[in-house]
């Protein structure tokens, strides 16, 4: 039986060197890749001008106290069976609101890959629809309405809505 181990003249200096050398080399080139991808995947913005929308900050939330001093209230309802995504629209006193155009985005929450515009049509006081199939799952619905032509929102709403599994 040999006391040597693997090594024939032993493990000397120049064996832990160039086990550190491979060791942190192994760790440097896959570090590298790691940021690589990552920084190649994502660029880190959540919106496609971000700088444009911080200078914009100010005038949102000043939008956002016109819109709740307003105090209106909406609804929104899917019916699978008809295609039909409905958003009704009631000002302080619980009337309906009419004379509304709205336009409106709905996508998933976590990809713009199932992104559809939809317009909406007053079908009734108050009551906004459009025909839109929706499949089963979580969804989206982001709507601005104006008053009259042009300007700004009037109201904005994002809500979530599940539809749930057909039978």
């Known amino acids: 039986m040999s006391t040597k181990g693997c090594f024939a003249n032993g493990f000397s200096g120049r064996h832990m060197l160039l086990s550190l ?9 896959a570090n590298s890749m790691l940021v690589y991808y990552a ?34 209230t909406t609804d929104l309802a899917y019916d699978d069976a008809e295609g039909r995504l409905a958003v009704t629209f009631h000002d302080k006193t619980k009337a309906p609101v009419s004379g509304l155009k709205l336009e409106g985005v709905v996508g998933r929450g976590a990809t713009n890959r199932e992104d559809q515009k939809v317009a909406f049509k007053e079908i009734s006081q108050g009551v906004y629809a459009s025909g839109i199939k ?19 929102p009037v109201y904005r709403l994002k809500q979530r809505l599940y539809v749930s599994d057909r039978p």
Not at 21 to 29: D, K, Q
Not at 51 to 56: F, I
């Open 21 to 29: 050398v491979i060791f942190f080399g192994v760790m440097l080139i």
């Open 134 to 152: 929706l499949a089963p799952g979580q969804w989206v619905i982001a709507v601005k309405s104006w008053k009259g032509e042009g300007g700004n």
């Open 39 to 72: 920084l190649d995947t994502f660029s880190g913005g959540d919106r496609p001008d971000p700088y444009r929308a911080g200078l914009d900050y100010n005038d949102r939330i000043a939008a956002a106290k016109k819109q709740d001093a307003l105090g209106w």
